[in-house]
């Protein structure tokens, strides 16, 4: 995998995707979650006014696609510049690209934040660099190979690398797109939260994973964004401020607890009664197993004779 570059080469853009920008704190951590998610948007502003490159964003801006005035104001005011972003199923309502004019990234894109792409094309640097972008739920289409011009395809999409990521999934490994899409020099996705490289044949696909550790199954995860370098079709980690200190796993453990409890109580349940006999059965069992007045025990049983 080529991730050595020389001193003199320049980065073309800076890949990313899955921010899931949010005012509430995920469950699982522990720290001033909001005060993290800034301090990572401030880095990347920061790289990319160090190398003075576009950032294209692989979708999934927002957490939810109604982002509260205050989560969407401090956005306008703080995001980097020159965003180039396919809209994610959490950008748009009911997961609904035709939605999209209700949404909190269409507001962005009107304050002159971001630029959508969506089934088009756009020139990134000069004439050596087209994007297309595809959305959520849409199909990207195949293209020609183009001779002395860097073809980058983003899209936002479920695909995976050495194992499936769920049980049914029927989503193409990052091989097997890679390899139906051969036109494009850089395939850019979103939407799988674990980042990995994959190369076929000198070209590149880059999930850069999400941007923040979101879940108790991140703790090994180091956020990061790439810088693409179009000049030989490479790119290069940088990792963000991040640290596994604050995940936290309490809540699965409460959850789990809580389920062993009910697979106990199930299970006594078994023990005392017969499954399978009547409801009188079962309850004329229970009065003779447990004390109750006699008062009570006529109500239950006229109750259950009307």
Same mark, same amino acid.
């Given at each position: 995998?080529?991730?050595?570059?020389?001193?003199?080469?320049?980065?073309?853009?800076?890949?990313?995707?899955?921010?899931?920008?949010?005012?509430?704190?995920?469950?699982?951590?522990?720290?001033?979650?909001?005060?993290?998610?800034?301090?990572?948007?401030?880095?990347?502003?920061?790289?990319?006014?160090?190398?003075?490159?576009?950032?294209?964003?692989?979708?999934? !801006?927002?957490?939810?696609?109604?982002? #509260?005035? $205050?989560?969407?104001?401090?956005?306008?005011?703080?995001?980097?510049?020159?965003? =180039?972003?396919?809209?994610?199923?959490?950008?748009?309502?009911? =997961?609904?690209?035709?939605?999209?004019?209700?949404?909190?990234?269409?507001?962005?894109?009107?304050?002159?934040?971001?630029?959508?792409?969506?089934?088009?094309?756009?020139?990134?640097?000069?004439?050596?660099?087209?994007?297309?972008?595809?959305?959520?739920?849409?199909?990207?289409?195949?293209?020609? $190979?183009?001779?002395?011009?860097?073809?980058?395809?983003?899209?936002?999409? !479920?695909?995976?690398? =050495?194992?499936?990521?769920?049980?049914?999934?029927?989503?193409? #490994?990052?091989?097997?797109?890679?390899?139906?899409?051969?036109?494009?020099?850089?395939?850019?996705?979103?939407?799988?939260?674990?980042?990995?490289?994959?190369?076929?044949?000198?070209?590149?696909?880059?999930?850069?994973?999400?941007?923040?550790?979101?879940?108790?199954?991140?703790? #090994?995860?180091?956020?990061?964004?790439?810088?693409?370098?179009?000049?030989?079709?490479?790119?290069?980690?940088?990792?963000?401020?991040?640290?596994?200190?604050?995940?936290?796993?309490?809540?699965?453990?409460?959850?789990?607890?809580?389920?062993?409890?009910?697979?106990?109580?199930?299970?006594?349940?078994?023990?005392? $009664?017969?499954?399978?006999?009547?409801?009188?059965?079962?309850?004329?069992?229970? $009065?003779?197993?447990?004390?109750?007045?006699?008062?009570?025990?006529?109500?239950?049983?006229?109750?259950?004779?009307?």
């Amino acid at each position: 995998m080529r991730t050595i570059h020389r001193a003199t080469k320049k980065p073309t853009c800076i890949l990313t995707a899955d921010w899931h920008l949010r005012e509430d704190t995920p469950v699982c951590r522990m720290d001033d979650y909001w005060k993290a998610q800034a301090e990572a948007i401030e880095f990347i502003y920061d790289l990319q006014l160090q190398h003075t490159c576009p950032i294209i964003h692989a979708g999934d !801006m927002f957490d939810h696609w109604k982002p #509260s005035p $205050f989560l969407l104001a401090w956005a306008i005011e703080y995001l980097p510049d020159e965003i =180039h972003v396919v809209p994610g199923q959490h950008d748009l309502p009911q =997961h609904n690209l035709d939605l999209l004019s209700k949404s909190g990234l269409n507001v962005l894109e009107k304050a002159g934040r971001v630029k959508c792409l969506g089934e088009g094309i756009r020139p990134l640097v000069g004439d050596s660099t087209t994007v297309y972008g595809y959305a959520w739920g849409q199909t990207p289409q195949k293209i020609a $190979f183009t001779e002395g011009c860097r073809d980058i395809l983003v899209l936002h999409t !479920m695909t995976w690398t =050495h194992r499936i990521p769920f049980p049914g999934c029927k989503a193409d #490994s990052a091989h097997a797109l890679l390899k139906k899409l051969s036109g494009y020099d850089l395939i850019v996705t979103g939407d799988n939260h674990q980042p990995f490289i994959v190369e076929h044949e000198g070209r590149v696909l880059c999930n850069p994973g999400s941007m923040m550790q979101m879940a108790a199954d991140q703790q #090994s995860h180091k956020p990061r964004v790439y810088l693409y370098y179009a000049e030989d079709n490479s790119v290069q980690p940088v990792y963000l401020p991040s640290s596994s200190d604050y995940i936290s796993r309490e809540h699965i453990d409460r959850a789990e607890e809580r389920d062993q409890r009910v697979e106990a109580f199930v299970s006594r349940l078994k023990d005392d $009664f017969e499954i399978g006999l009547s409801f009188e059965k079962n309850l004329k069992e229970y $009065f003779e197993k447990n004390k109750a007045k006699k008062e009570v025990k006529d109500l239950v049983w006229k109750a259950v004779e009307t």
